[in-house]
């Protein structure tokens, strides 16, 4: 079934697949300098101002120092959580991609690094075709998933 919002089926898979490809080498150095960071939940300040500075680059609006629950984190802001959003063609669905870059103790057993340029790729993938693409991308750093300081950074979400 093609949903509504779906106009054509064009080049973009292509042009997703290519793009990752291409930047497959840039990617890999993400990756390792987050391994290399290990840093622990709240504490994650070279990370996210990595992936922040990366979703730039793609033509994402950035935003860091998200507020949140005051019961969550010190004064109710987030300061390694951020927001990125890139718009597409015009109206339509957005689709959300989630990092998670806090370390454990032990360093990232868990593989974090993995999981935050997973999520990158996807949303370099899909930036290279959002001009002939209706809807939008929300990329959301979240803090703290290893529950490491202050308690978990997307579990206490309202
Ligand atoms: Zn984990």
């Known amino acids: ?10 080049s ?7 793009t990752i490809d291409a ?13 290399d960071f290990k840093e622990l939940g709240q504490q994650e300040f070279k990370s996210s101002q990595l992936l922040m500075e990366e ?4 033509g994402f609006t950035v935003s860091g120092d ?4 005051a019961d969550l984190v010190k004064d109710g802001i987030a300061k390694t959580a951020f927001r990125a959003e890139l718009q597409g063609k015009g109206p339509g669905p957005t689709v959300t991609i989630m990092l998670e870059y806090d370390a454990l103790k032990n360093g990232h057993a868990c593989g ?3 999981i935050a340029t997973s999520g990158l790729m ?14 939008r991308i929300v990329v959301i750093g979240t ?16």
């Open 122 to 135: 996807a949303a370099a993938g899909l930036a290279s075709a959002m001009k002939e693409t209706p809807g």
């Open 23 to 35: 930047n497959s080498a840039a990617f890999r150095v993400v990756s390792q300098k987050i391994f």
């Open 66 to 69: 998200l507020k949140v629950s």
């Open 12 to 18: 973009e898979p292509q042009k997703i697949a290519a």
């Open 1 to 10: 079934m093609v949903m509504g919002w779906v106009t054509s089926v064009g």
């Open 112 to 114: 974090h690094n993995l």
């Open 143 to 158: 803090p703290d998933e290893e529950r490491g300081s202050l308690g978990g950074g997307k579990d206490r979400s309202p």
């Open 55 to 58: 979703l730039r680059k793609l």
